[in-house]
């Protein structure tokens, strides 16, 4: 047998070094203009243009120089090495000088035309615009004790405005903002792109809120003023329109999750998820689900002209050779498809990604060149940036990018290693693809959002196999919704399994107690977290030699992840073995937990965050709640109750008499509604006893007594007594309200626990300190709150009267241990949940 040739030997392909369809080294050639050009473009959009102006002279200036120099030393012989590096530098210089000129040009949009002054006029106008994106929905935020109203959020360009009898033609982009209830949203909510509208309201400058968008003002429409239409959508947009709303209605009939879920995996439609949702996405680092990327379009690609490696190849895969496409006429079908694709999904900044890498790739079968995948994407990053230079400061552009690069150039060693070691070649391709996404997009999650998920890898792989299903019949439902719903409703219920299944990961990941740590935001925080990540990843492949010792350390973030709480008492010390009553940090707002057996315990209280209080309850092992009782209706008090009923068996939820604020009230009857946890109003006076735990309503008072018309006063005021401790809970009661307790109540007790009414404010009345004369006063307040809370004349006179008091954002959750002389309050550290 003839020996095969040292070259061939190396080359580890069965063909040898003459396999034509291995892979040779990565062209590398176009990223440096291409990150050129972004870096360019992120400084310029927000310099002055006499910045940029000076920017690109002086690129075109160097960059024509080292030309000259380049030909000047070719003609005399200079090595042609040194010539292709001038070659490329200067390249990136001119790629620089257009992404600037681009980014230049883009924003002066922004400082032209009368709009930007009228703006900073608050004048009141008449607009004629085309809107530019679909309604959005913003997001309920808890303010105080009050949720801030959502509104319907457009993008649009003015093209005529009107100010008194001037009136102007414009092109000037804009953010609309609307209410989202009332009448007219719903109006505002269907509109499409390339919609046109004639609106009179006030123009406003930008702020932050308005979300980055590259605006020139803020457009605000009167309540109750539906969208005045002047001109329909194009046809081109209507048909997308009726697709994303024909598959609306084919998943109507399935469950709430994959119901809400399966549009925003498909078309990126993620106006039916809820709040907490999205945050359980958000904590399992699946976003990108929801926002329409790369991995959509490859699927319905790889449908069509076959797995990557096979594309160009006479036994390609795919559909289109089995209907004897030819592969010009495949490329160009692709093409189309691409095309529709950022139609139906809209040109969201992973979307045009995808769809310039796809194009571009498309473009190279249908020429018969060899496609090369990371020359794409530096191509198409290059031309969306010059483009849309907005896209250079867009945080999803960039993750899309990282992720994408990574799974080109990080992935395929990771997966080579694992194979090596003895891992199946698919699942090492999915544990090196989920691993290398997650190691080069957390510092930049990190950065914005100050938390790393423990738990992305894991859920990522979890979802992962759940993903190309849901979209191949998602995609089926919404081409078959316009011509046959039945079928349409057939195929999003297949799709809603493998949908549901996607949500059930997230929810159930997003539960863990470790599923997500602080971290330091910012760039430091960024940098931090990729230095961290470089270091791990050097300790992991000297770990892989050891089996042992890795199983250790996956032992170690298991348990980091699940936080066992006897494991986390001992570490922690907290919460101390033995608590009868806690009250958790969970910023401004109230919730406290009153133990009632092991596992067992009633909440007073749910504050405004359900991640918090759902953690605090995870931390003291609780998962058996037989009563939530919110004292009122206040958003920092009840906007956090889908965490309590969050894995846990809930036996009933009762409220205050008074049903104010209305919006908040009806939050808690359909929340309770969906939980299906029977929702009463507290008897006046009543007692009741759970084990050793008992308690007696004294506020509000019974009738014919008239019900306090302010909801603070109308908190739900308990006296409770856990074996030989007692506690009065205050609520939010004002001095009125505490005046009429006592007068109701002359015999009322002295006790061990206050918990101080409204967050410690400065209006208390200092007689019902004086009559429970309380040894330990808690205040649930948050870190830099703007109300001053805790009001320091309320501390003086609690702790001249005897008291000691802790705080919630100064000492973190407080855990109350013991009675009599053995009475602590315990308390876990700022920056507890717990």
């Known amino acids: ?106 924003a002066a949009d922004l400082h032209r035309g009368p709009v930007p002054g009228l703006a900073h006029q608050y004048a009141q106008v008449t607009a004629e615009l085309t809107v530019t994106s679909d309604a959005r929905t913003t997001r309920p935020r808890v303010r105080g004790d009050h949720t801030l109203p959502t509104s319907v959020v457009l993008n649009a360009d003015i093209t005529r405005v009107t100010c008194g009898t001037v009136s102007s033609a414009v092109r000037t982009p804009v953010l ?9 949203a719903a109006q505002w909510q269907r509109l499409l792109p390339s919609t046109g509208l004639r609106l009179t309201a006030r123009l406003t400058p930008p702020t932050g809120g308005s979300g980055g968008d590259p605006v020139a003002a803020v457009l605000r429409v009167p309540d109750g003023e539906p969208p005045k239409t002047v001109r329909p ?28 879920l399966l549009p925003g995996l498909v078309v990126g439609d993620t106006s039916r998820v809820p709040p907490e949702l999205h945050e359980a996405f958000e904590a399992t680092d699946l976003t990108h689900l929801l926002a329409v990327s790369g991995s959509n379009l490859t699927i319905i690609l790889i449908l069509l002209i076959g797995p990557p490696g096979t594309a160009l190849r006479a036994e390609r895969g795919g559909i289109a050779p089995r209907l004897g496409i030819p592969l010009r006429a495949t490329a160009l079908l692709g093409g189309a498809l691409t095309l529709a694709f950022v139609v139906v999904c809209r040109p ?23 496609r090369q995948l990371i020359p794409a994407l530096a191509a198409a990053v290059l031309l969306l940036v010059l483009y849309d230079p907005w896209l250079a400061r867009s945080y999803g552009f960039l993750l899309s990018v990282l992720a994408t690069g990574a799974l080109l150039t990080i992935g395929p060693r990771w997966s080579a290693a694992l ?36 738990v992305a890898i894991p859920c990522n792989l979890l979802a992962e196999f759940a993903v190309a299903p849901a979209t191949v019949l998602g995609f089926a439902a919404l081409a078959a919704a316009p011509v046959a719903m039945p079928l349409a409703e057939l195929l999003a219920r297949c799709a809603g399994w493998p949908a549901g299944w996607i949500a059930s990961v997230a929810r159930t990941g997003a539960a863990l107690p470790g599923a997500e740590i602080d971290w330091p935001g910012g760039w430091h925080g960024g940098l931090l977290l990729a230095a961290v ?106 906007a956090g109750l ?20 209305l919006e908040q009230s009806a939050f808690v009857r359909r929340t309770a509604a969906a939980a299906a946890v029977p929702l009463l109003a507290t008897a006046p006076g009543e007692r009741r006893r759970i084990g050793q735990l008992s308690w007696q ?17 109308a908190s739900v005021t308990l006296l409770v007594r856990s074996g030989a401790l007692t506690l009065l809970l205050l609520g939010d009661l004002e001095p009125p309200a505490q005046q009429r307790l006592l007068r109701a109540h002359p015999t009322l007790p002295s006790v061990d626990v206050l918990k101080v009414a409204h967050h410690g404010s400065a209006y208390q009345d200092p007689a019902l300190f004086a009559r429970a004369r309380p040894r330990l006063a808690l205040v649930s307040c948050g870190r830099d709150n703007p109300y001053g809370h805790p009001s320091p004349r309320t501390l003086t006179a609690l702790r001249t009267g005897g008291a000691t008091v802790l705080r919630t954002d100064t000492d973190g959750a407080i855990a109350v241990t013991g009675s009599g002389p053995g009475l602590r309050a315990v308390p876990a550290g700022p920056g507890s949940a717990g």
């Open 348 to 370: 969201e900044p992973s979307v045009l990604r995808a769809a310039a890498c796809g194009l571009i790739t498309l473009l190279a079968i249908g020429t018969g060149r060899r």
């Open 233 to 260: 959508p194009t046809d081109v947009q209507r048909t997308a329109g009726g697709l994303r709303a024909g598959l609306r209605e084919a998943t109507d009939g399935l469950a709430p999750d994959a119901r809400a």
């Open 642 to 661: 889908p965490g309590v009923l969050r894995g846990r068996s809930v036996g009933e939820i009762r409220t205050t008499t008074l049903q104010e604020p």
């Open 533 to 638: 990540t470089a270091v791990a990843v050097f300790v992991a492949r000297r770990l892989l030699r050891h089996p042992w010792l890795s199983a250790a350390c996956a032992l170690l973030l298991v348990l980091a992840i699940l936080r066992p709480a006897p494991l986390t008492r001992i570490i922690t010390g907290w919460p101390p073995p033995g608590w009868k009553f806690a009250m958790c940090d969970i910023g401004q707002g109230d919730a406290s937990v009153l133990a009632a057996g092991e596992g067992t315990a009633v909440v007073v209280d749910a504050g405004p965050d359900p991640q918090q209080v759902d953690r605090c309850l995870r931390e003291l092992g609780v998962t058996r709640v037989p009563l939530v009782v919110l004292t009122h209706f206040h958003a920092d008090h009840v």
């Open 176 to 184: 609309l903002i609307a209410p989202a209830r009332g009448p007219a």
């Open 697 to 713: 309503t004294l506020w509000p008072p019974p009738l014919p007594v008239p019900t306090p018309e302010e909801p603070n006063d």
């Open 419 to 454: 194979r090596r070691r003895g891992v199946p070649p698919r699942l090492a391709e999915v544990l090196a693809a989920a691993a290398a996404a997650q190691a080069v997009c957390a510092p930049v999650v990190a950065m914005m959002a100050a938390r790393v998920s423990l």
């Open 1 to 106: 047998m003839t020996r095969r040739p040292a070259v061939h030997v190396a080359s580890g392909h069965r063909l040898g070094a003459s396999d034509p369809w291995q892979e040779g080294p990565a062209d590398l050639r176009l990223v440096p203009p291409a990150l050129a050009a972004w870096a360019a473009a992120s400084v310029a959009v927000g310099a002055s243009g006499r910045w940029a102006a000076g920017f690109v002279l002086a690129c075109v200036g160097v960059a024509a120089g080292l030309l000259v120099v380049r030909a000047w030393r070719a003609r005399h012989g200079a090595a042609v090495r040194r010539g292709l590096s001038v070659t490329a530098v200067a390249a990136a210089l001119l790629c620089a000088a257009a992404g600037a000129t681009s980014a230049g040009l883009h």
